[in-house]
């Protein structure tokens, strides 16, 4: 199995900014994708950012110019640096990623955390 663990969440001000940690363990070979999503209440889960083990990333329009993704591929973690947080980023954050699991598996599987809430409020 493959547990995916965020950490980083929590409540700041307008304009500040957090930092969200996912690392992933167990039976891993390697992993492709690692990125964020996010649900704020009443919303459907969207994409935040995405990156792969190449290091090519896609962002939503949103977020573009205040987050920032980066990943450590040799411990298996992927970060989310957000900047000039505003209240409508408020939502719960979900670490995403594609696992291969032996190198036998030609195919990734898909998991995710259990979510992290961020709260930007005044």
């Known amino acids: 199995q493959v547990q995916l663990m965020e950490s980083g969440g929590g409540l700041v001000q307008p304009g500040g900014s957090l930092r969200l940690s996912c690392a992933a363990s167990?039976?891993?070979?390697?992993?492709?994708?690692m990125g964020w999503y996010r649900q704020a209440p009443g919303k459907q889960r969207e994409l935040v950012a995405t990156?792969?083990?190449?290091?090519?990333?896609n962002y939503a329009d949103s977020v573009k110019g205040r987050f920032t993704i980066s990943r450590d591929n040799a411990k298996n973690t992927v970060y989310l640096k957000m900047d000039s947080l505003k209240p409508e980023d408020t939502a719960v954050y979900y670490c995403n990623a594609d696992v291969r699991r032996a190198a036998w598996v030609p195919y990734g599987t898909n998991y995710w955390g259990q979510g992290t809430q961020v709260t930007v409020s005044s």
């Open positions: 167990g039976s891993i070979f390697s992993i492709n994708l």
């Open positions: 990156m792969t083990s190449g290091g090519s990333t």
